[in-house]
Structures are given as C-alpha cells and as structure tokens.
C-alpha cells in the first residue's frame, strides 16, 4: 500500500527507505510490531554491503502508527557504534504521545475524518494491549497517575 510513496520519498530524498511490514494490533500487541521494525532494520543495516547500499543513505520512514515505529527504531539505534547511523526519519502525521488526548491538536481535530479523538485512542489501545476497555480512562486523562503527568508536564502540556 505505501510502495509509491515510498519510491518518491527515495527518489526525492536521495536515499534508501526501508519499508517493513510489521504484524498489526490488535492480533499481534506491543512489542511485536516495533521489534519486527527494530530487527529488520538492523538486519538491514548489517547487510547493505549485500543489497549494493551506500551506509550514508538510508532513512526510515512511517505514517501514523508507522511514523511511531520509525521515530522508536531510529531512538533505539541512535547511540550504536556497530551499525551505520540512520540518515534521517521522516514522520508522516505520526502517533507520538499518548499521555494526554485533551492537548489542543487532539482538541481542535477531534472531528476531523479519517482519525477522529477517539479513534486515535482505540487504535493506541489496540496496539499496547489488544484492547479498549480503558477507552473512557484514557479520553479523560486518568489511565496516567498525577505524578508521572507532573514529571512530563515539560513535554506533554498545552503551554
């Protein structure tokens, strides 16, 4: 679904984009999918001698949830010294934090079609365990305990 995509953004950014195809929620619950993202690019990256891949030239890539996988690989490689280091990542509208769906964007898009406030946060449920049962918790911000709220209050808040 998202090979053209792909080839345009290769094309476009002069480098390599490795497309995985991860197993999906909620059959398959965190951490499968990131782990199948984590280990075919390293596999990839160990490789590209074989694939004929200049090691300045690869980039990761993803959209929604997709774009949280690659923002989580591209993290969890940063500090290797064994691997080529990852060119770029390029997030197309990614799913990057589920502390808190009353922020302004989940407030001023809450209506907005394809992925409605509350879509977003079934689907975030789906992936961590397979299902929604919190789904009222998580919409009103109680599934996060005051004290973890206050520590990352610095990156997840209106202001």
Sequence with gaps: THEELCRFIARESESVVVSVGYRLAPEHKYPAAYEDCLNATQHFLQHLQHYGVDPARVTVCGDSAGGNLAAAVSQSLAGRTDLPRLRAQILIYPGLQALDFN??????????????????????????????????EVLEGSHIPVDIKLKYRKWVSPD
């Design 103 to 136: 922020l302004p964007s989940y407030q001023q898009n809450r209506g907005v079609p394809l992925l409605f406030r509350e879509r977003a946060a079934f689907y975030m449920l789906q992936y961590l365990n397979g299902n929604a049962i919190k789904l009222e």
